[in-house]
């Protein structure tokens, strides 16, 4: 990835700015604009996409799951991070972030010194990793 801004999505940051982009707050609507047009990166972490498939699959929002992955897989600036033994022994110390798959999300952002577009207020609160919204 090129020497500019990196970002992280969560799982609800990333729906959202790709089926219901009103819902998204304005730092994080300027965030995914710049990962849009090139001028920054963007990481999804592995955990990422496996919720969207249960947030699909449980009918919650309405959209095509192959359709989202390929988007996301086409994109230049678009890294999908694999989830690594690596990053699983470091949930063992992030334990600011209390839910386990925010926690996972949490940890690829800080390990990848991305900022993360997060709504969520656990992890925004832990301070463990820079957030927008």
Known sequence: MADRPLYAADTHSLLWYLHAPKRLGPAATSAFAEIESGQADLIVSVIVIAEIIYILQAGKVNA???????RLQASPNVVIAPLTTERVAELNTATAVPEMHDRMIAVEAKASGATLITY??????????????
């Open 64 to 70: 095509d799951f192959d359709e989202v992955l390929a």
């Open 120 to 133: 969520d207020q656990a992890i925004t609160a832990s301070g463990f990793v820079p957030t927008v919204w």
